[in-house]
């Protein structure tokens, strides 16, 4: 398991980069939860957060977007 003050600086140098797009495991790993746990969030199945974490699929860019929203309004990002 990280050491909080590593996650710390990982999200301030994640958040700080205005032009850098979040990934989908970016996302999720700001919120320190699972695939399950983030799947069961956002009501998508597993396998699909497993997919676009591994690349073998690619989340639409409106999705991603979406979720980073609904993560944000939420205040777990």
Do not use: H
Not at 25 to 35: D, V
Not at 47 to 65: L, Q, S
């Amino acid at each position: 398991m990280m050491n909080t003050d590593i996650m710390k600086d990982n999200v301030e140098n994640i958040i700080s980069e205005d032009t850098q797009v979040l990934t989908i495991k970016q996302l999720r790993t700001l919120c320190s939860m699972t695939q399950q746990e983030f799947a069961d969030f956002l009501q998508i199945p597993k396998r699909t957060i497993g997919n676009w974490e591994t690349g073998t699929r690619k989340a639409p860019d409106y999705v991603r977007r979406l979720i980073e929203y609904m993560l944000r309004n939420e205040g777990l990002i």
